[in-house]
């Protein structure tokens, strides 16, 4: 097993990324090396890094002699040209993360445009169930079934991907056997349950034009990086976070344990984060 | 640009080309998948309240339908390990009985079938979040029909997006998504999980969350329908000249479990405005008409029902129109 890092800012390096994870389950988690730095985002557009952040990222990454590997989420046509921009520019100043991906249209573009530039498939391709409400429910892994995702291992093989991701879902396979050369990557110790364009964040800093109708279109005008918080909510046994435009959860004990077997690496995230 | 509408059985084909429907979509779920997977809804929505009854009933539909496509759902975002190989010999078992198309979100899935050919009856479900042109052109490549584009996008984002030779369908009418549906990792089997989204929302001022929760009931078409009797809810009428012009080649009104009272209403509205728009009317012309049939001009204002409020512009949208 190695280790990833998600981080807010490009500070300090953990020592050991376990201890970004709740004690309760820290312990199952095997010794490892720590081996990458993850920046960008996942799940929302207006958070793609400019080049001073990436290259920022990708100074701590390389200072740590580790992998530098940038996040991005499913993007609009202008995202896409952002997202190329972002990744000619870094080249051009001799940089070359990887760029994991969690729209096809950013896979073909690397394909097409940056062959040469390592690619892994984002947790944001995998669309299984990851429902908080049903987090206890046996896991549908249990049955022993591993062909989940087998078609997408393939596309990915032959797309010249180094690499699958996914948070732990609430059926377990998505990461198959291990039989083929695709990294199997888990995420904690968040699960993002919901994802939208339309943001609370998003919405309050139009200064009293909440039409949120009309506020999907519109440009974010404020940074949410710093403002993950804990909601609870009544129908819920367990807590929500609520980073942006995206709503976590904490991995249960038995998620966790039910994924492990299948990854060859785990990127902790600092917290949750869009 | 055609108008495609929901359908629960086969009886309510006739009155929906009758209002004005010219493709129809629904789903079906084999009896073999209801024992080996009942836990999962195999298109989105439970057998007993949105899905044709039988086999039977769907050929009564496709008779029906009298030469207008009829399309399956097979939109699920994923299926479960072992479950594919079932799908694609029902897949090829209804293409075979003349369903015109396949919709589909899962990836997994959707290679599945292009590897058995079906490729080209294949339309993207808007559960596969194909946002922008190099997707489109990904799908395209991968010998996809038709794309299907999610609900939260701009007019300008749906133009950026479309690609030659590739057949795009944008949402029309009714029922909205406070998350993005692709991006929605719960499951309405459990229960609605987003409308109690906001209750509790540290540093959010009140009146912010009042205005999530007048968006959210608006999505919900608003608890109600006009006196008379049509829904009001997210609507994308007064967008379809640019719609039009843009080459957009479907446009869905949705709701496969809703009444035929409803799908009625819902197609006949959207009929209206489309024959106005292929005769040339502007977006204000098409607003003035939809209220007058429709009524509740009310949430014509300010764009709150809005699928496309960019249709408007900034300032004219900020007016009361009524």
């Known amino acids: 097993m190695e280790y990833a890092v998600r981080l807010l800012n490009p500070g300090l390096l953990p020592e050991d990324p376990r201890r970004l994870c709740p004690v309760k389950w820290r312990k199952l988690l095997p010794d490892g090396p720590l081996t990458a730095v993850y920046f960008g985002s996942e799940f929302c557009q207006e958070l793609i890094p400019d080049l001073k952040e990436a290259e920022e990222f990708c100074t701590l990454?390389?200072?740590?002699?580790?992998?530098?590997?940038?996040?991005?989420?499913?993007?609009?046509?202008?995202?896409?040209?952002?997202?190329?921009?972002?990744?000619?520019?870094?080249?051009?100043?001799?940089?070359?993360?990887?760029?994991?991906?969690?729209?096809?249209?950013?896979?073909r573009m690397l394909r097409?445009?940056?062959?040469?530039?390592?690619?892994?498939?984002?947790?944001?391709?995998?669309?299984?169930?990851?429902?908080?409400?049903?987090?206890?429910?046996?896991?549908?892994?249990?049955?022993?079934?591993?062909?989940?995702?087998?078609?997408?291992?393939?596309?990915?093989?032959?797309?010249?991907?180094?690499?699958?991701?996914?948070?732990?879902?609430l059926e377990g396979s998505y990461l198959g056997d291990g039989t083929t050369d695709l990294q199997r990557v888990l995420h904690l110790p968040y699960i993002f349950a919901t994802s939208g364009r339309n943001c609370l964040f998003k919405a309050e800093a139009q200064k009293g034009n909440q039409n949120f109708a009309k506020n999907l279109g519109r440009t974010c005008q404020v940074s949410c990086r710093q403002r993950g918080y804990s909601v609870e909510r009544s129908d819920l046994e367990r807590p929500l976070w609520r980073a942006g435009n995206t709503l976590f959860y904490e991995a249960t004990q038995a998620l966790v344990e039910a994924h492990l077997g299948r990854a060859d690496r785990i990127v902790i995230h600092e917290s949750p984060m869009s | 640009m055609k108008l495609l509408a929901p359908l629960k059985d086969s009886s309510e084909?006739?009155?929906?080309?009758?209002?004005?429907?010219?493709?129809?979509?629904?789903?079906?779920?084999p009896a073999t998948w209801q024992k080996r997977f009942n836990q999962n809804w195999i298109n989105r929505r439970a057998q007993g309240s949105a899905g044709v009854a039988d086999l039977a009933d769907l050929q009564q539909i496709l008779a029906r339908a009298a030469g207008h496509p009829v399309y399956l759902t097979l939109n699920a975002p994923f299926y479960p390990a072992g479950a594919l190989e079932m799908l694609v010999e029902f897949s090829a078992a209804l293409l075979e009985e003349g369903v015109a198309g396949l919709i589909v979100a899962d990836l997994d899935l959707l290679l599945a079938l292009v590897e058995a050919g079906m490729g080209p009856r294949i339309h993207l479900s808007s559960l596969a979040t194909c946002t922008n042109s190099g997707a489109a052109a990904f799908f395209q490549e991968l010998g996809v029909s038709r794309i299907i584009l999610p609900r939260h996008m701009t007019l300008d984002e749906i133009e950026a997006s479309l690609v030659p030779g590739l057949e795009?369908?944008?949402?029309?009418?009714?029922?909205?998504?406070?998350?993005?549906?692709?991006?929605?990792?719960?499951?309405?089997?459990?229960?609605?999980?987003c409308l109690n989204d906001g209750e509790e929302a540290q540093g959010i001022s009140g009146q912010t969350l009042e205005g999530y929760e007048f968006w959210k009931w608006t999505l919900n078409h608003c608890g109600c329908k006009t006196s008379r009797g049509y829904p009001v809810g997210p609507c994308g009428l007064c967008a379809l000249p640019r719609l039009l012009r843009a080459g957009v080649s479907s446009l869905t009104v949705v709701g496969r479990e809703a009444s035929l009272?409803?799908?009625?209403?819902?197609?006949?509205?959207?009929?209206?405005?489309?024959?106005?728009?292929?005769?040339?009317?502007?977006?204000?012309?098409?607003?003035?008409?939809?209220?007058?049939?429709?009524?509740?001009?009310?949430?014509?204002?300010?764009?709150?029902?809005?699928?496309?409020?960019?249709?408007?512009?900034?300032?004219?949208?900020?007016?009361?129109?009524?």
């Open chain 1, 112 to 169: 097409n445009e940056h062959p040469e530039v390592k690619r892994q498939a984002g947790r944001l391709l995998n669309r299984a169930l990851r429902d908080p409400r049903l987090a206890e429910q046996p896991l549908e892994s249990q049955t022993g079934e591993t062909a989940r995702g087998e078609q997408i291992r393939a596309l990915l093989q032959r797309f010249g991907v180094a690499g699958l991701e996914t948070d732990p879902d």
């Open chain 2, 168 to 193: 795009s369908e944008v949402f029309l009418l009714n029922d909205g998504c406070v998350f993005e549906e692709g991006l929605c990792a719960t499951t309405h089997a459990a229960g609605v999980f």
């Open chain 2, 261 to 322: 009272t409803r799908k009625v209403a819902s197609v006949g509205l959207a009929a209206m405005a489309l024959q106005l728009a292929r005769a040339g009317a502007a977006p204000e012309e098409i607003r003035t008409a939809v209220i007058e049939l429709r009524g509740g001009a009310s949430l014509c204002q300010d764009a709150h029902l809005c699928y496309y409020p960019d249709v408007w512009p900034e300032q004219e949208s900020e007016e009361a129109i009524c």
């Open chain 1, 61 to 107: 990454a390389k200072d740590a002699g580790l992998e530098a590997v940038l996040l991005t989420p499913v993007v609009r046509s202008d995202g896409l040209c952002q997202v190329q921009e972002l990744v000619t520019e870094l080249e051009s100043r001799g940089w070359s993360p990887t760029i994991v991906f969690n729209d096809l249209g950013v896979l």
């Open chain 2, 13 to 29: 084909v006739e009155p929906l080309l009758a209002a004005g429907a010219e493709e129809f979509y629904c789903g079906l779920t």
